[in-house]
């Protein structure tokens, strides 16, 4: 047999494999279901995980071809179990398709379950997973996390692509720092054995027809619609729930941290005018043993400037133009709002015994072992001098 009628064959034999393989693709669409998000609960009577997940269903149309998501819609189905992985595999059970975890962009936990049980224990299964990436978000939704994936946002018709939208995708956007899978898990295995969570509140609307004929006193209210703040974080130490983060305290921890997130401030020269916002943020925080006292010191120069929006819409640092240089009263304004909100984060650390700030990585990554009684005493804080030293200019 000549190398040409090899190749002929073989070429036949492809082509038919493609035929067969691109007729039978809309009938494992039709059989899949793609999960966007996870919702975890626990259940303290029954002693069992409750799992929610929201999916989409994609159907097929008369011909066979895949007609989206949106023909399909969205639907929440449900598993329990005695432990996460079990409740997962309820969760097959109760599908009749073939679950797709590859496009699960968050999984919240609700605020019960994050206080009954370690993060360790809710989170194992899903580090453990190849279907989960690192950069799959991880919230605390405050109430239960089954009711929060039912919720209608004024963003989007799918709860998991409207929380995304405002953790991810408005980073360097808004005031939010967003948490992951990856850096929940590097908590539990460095120093400082502490992190934070982002956290999800939902806040009903007023219903618009009832609010129209109700009176001032009226609090109708629509459970249903409504928008998400996610203004808070919640603090795990050793994966355990100890507090909550305000939005001054998140502020700060965010302004000592490495991303450059997008910080507000209020204009001290005229309050009820325009507000003055961070451009660029330099600099970062520096661990170092002094006297035999820990010495940690945040030095940080802020651009700040008037906060203005372009033709589009957007808020800095995508700007058409800069505003007129700040005065020396609006710079001292925004440095001392600054100063306040990262010596708040910083304190909240303390009261909580949770190193959110992760003092205890720096100090072994620069001393190693012969530091280790230092970091793991439990007069620890009571060593530790913070200096903030914030510098705003614009």
């Known amino acids: 047999m000549s190398k040409w009628v090899k190749i002929l064959i073989l070429l036949g034999v492809f082509a038919v494999y493609a035929i067969l393989r691109l007729s039978f693709i809309p009938i494992e669409l039709n059989n899949r279901a793609i999960i966007l998000g996870v919702g975890i609960d626990f259940d303290g009577e029954k002693d069992i995980y409750k799992l929610s997940a929201e999916i989409i269903t994609p159907k097929t149309s008369g011909s066979g071809s895949e007609t989206g998501a949106q023909a399909g819609g969205q639907k ?35 605020e019960d379950c994050a206080k009954r049980k370690s993060l360790k224990d809710v989170l194992d299964y899903f580090f453990a997973s190849s279907a989960f990436r690192d950069g799959t978000v991880v919230a605390i939704c405050n109430g239960e996390a089954e009711k929060m994936l039912t919720r209608k946002s004024q ?66 209210v629509s459970s249903e619609q409504g928008k998400f703040y996610t203004g808070q974080a919640v603090l795990f130490r050793d994966g355990k729930y100890v507090g909550k983060l305000n939005r001054q305290e998140l502020d700060g921890l ?41 010495v940690v010191s945040l030095k940080l120069t802020l651009t700040v400037s008037e906060l203005l929006t372009d033709t589009t819409g957007e808020v800095l640092p995508l700007q058409a133009k800069q505003s007129e240089k700040l005065n020396y009263m609006q710079k001292q304004g925004a440095k001392r709002q600054a100063e306040e909100a990262v010596l708040a984060a910083y304190q909240k650390a303390v009261d909580l015994d949770c190193d959110i700030w992760e003092i205890k990585n720096e100090l072994y990554a620069r001393y190693g072992k012969e530091i280790e009684k230092v970091v793991e005493s439990e007069d620890f804080w009571q060593n530790v001098t913070f200096l903030v030293d914030i510098e705003c200019i614009g």
């Open 76 to 110: 929440i189905v449900k598993g329990e179990g005695v432990s996460v992985s079990l409740a997962v595999r309820d969760l097959y059970n109760c599908f009749g398709k073939t679950p797709s975890f590859g496009e699960c962009c968050i999984v919240l936990i609700g």
């Open 254 to 294: 965010n302004l000592g941290g490495g991303k450059n997130v997008f910080c507000t401030f209020t204009d001290v020269t005229r309050p009820s005018g325009r507000s003055l916002g961070v451009i660029k943020k330099k600099g970062g925080m520096d661990v170092a043993i002094e006297e035999e006292k820990i």
């Open 155 to 220: 963003i989007d018709d799918y709860v998991s692509f409207a929380l995304q939208t405002l953790l991810v995708d408005s980073d360097g956007k808004a005031q939010i720092d967003y948490t992951t899978f990856n850096y929940v898990a590097q908590s539990f295995f460095n120093k400082s054995n502490g992190c934070y969570v982002n956290y999800v509140e939902f806040l009903p609307q007023k219903d618009e027809e009832t609010a129209q004929t109700a009176t001032p006193d009226s609090s109708s």
